[in-house]
């Protein structure tokens, strides 16, 4: 079977539907059991059909401040790769000859597909069409592969008083995280803010059973309640006064809308 560095230069051929049959099998058989390498081909995945369903309106620019808040989105969570770029002069190419990477280059594939979908959702964002809510839904599934991608490579953790102290700074949201979160299967791995459109959101990162789950805090902002299937996620949308809430996760769908009953009915 193929290893990670393998696969590298074959991940985009595959997506594009270029791979002949023995390269695009060997590609499936390790998504299969390669949780990282199959987050990315879905972060990827997420650039390439959000591309492609709005090509005719690339003409159209994002706004200025939306432009500006992506690059430094990418900027920052690029870090070292982004910097010193001589440094690492093929790993962000997928170059087979690398052998070994450092964690930033690891992750990078997943911070440059979260600034894509940015860029480009971003852009029709501000047109109120009926799809809004999927657009909404396709931005937010490629933050919660990014941040759950670079929270595996760094290992990062917090504790709820640090989750709450960060709402309260971040967004003036005097919030209570969820009381007793392993009665949902739920386990607090940290928050983070995330930028979308023209302003900052509050992004919340749980496991459920092991497997990443995130709640998204959107201000100053309303939508409907719905459900949305985008990506292989499932994305549970509903409004509470100004803020606009978002679940997103892998998951059945059922077990979803049950985690978002229990974040709604807990969440304070």
Not at 26 to 44: D, F, G, N, T, Y
Request: proline letters at 6%.
């Amino acid at each position: 079977m193929a290893d990670c560095q393998g696969i590298d230069p074959l991940v985009t051929p595959f997506i594009d539907g270029q791979l002949p049959g023995e390269d695009r099998r060997a590609v499936e058989e390790h998504l299969r059991v390669c949780a990282p390498c199959h987050s990315r081909v879905i972060a990827e995945q997420a650039v390439h059909d959000l591309i492609r369903a709005r090509c005719h309106a690339l003409d159209a620019s994002a706004p200025g401040p939306l432009r500006e808040k992506c690059v430094e989105m990418a900027r920052l969570s690029l870090g070292d790769a982004v910097r010193h770029p001589a440094a690492h002069p093929r790993s962000l190419v997928f170059d087979r000859r690398v052998a070994h990477r450092s964690r930033t280059a690891r992750v990078a594939p997943f911070a440059l597909a979260a600034s894509l979908v940015l860029v480009v959702g971003g852009a029709f964002l501000y047109q109120a069409t009926a799809q809004s809510a999927r657009v909404l839904a396709v931005e937010l599934t490629a933050d919660h592969l990014k941040c759950f991608a670079m929270n595996s490579a760094l290992g990062t953790h917090q504790m709820a008083a640090a989750v709450e102290s960060s709402m309260a700074s971040g967004f003036d949201w005097r919030m209570h995280l969820p009381d007793n979160p392993s009665r949902a299967g739920l386990e607090l791995v940290g928050a983070r803010p995330c930028l979308y459109g023209e302003g900052k959101i509050a992004h919340i990162m749980y496991r459920h059973q092991g497997h990443p789950v995130s709640l998204f805090m959107l201000p100053k902002t309303a939508r409907a309640q719905q459900l949305v299937e985008v990506l292989g996620h499932e994305a549970a949308i509903w409004c509470v006064g100004n803020r606009t809430f978002v679940v997103v996760a892998r998951e059945p769908r059922p077990e979803v809308e049950r985690i978002a009953s229990f974040v709604r009915a807990s969440l304070r």
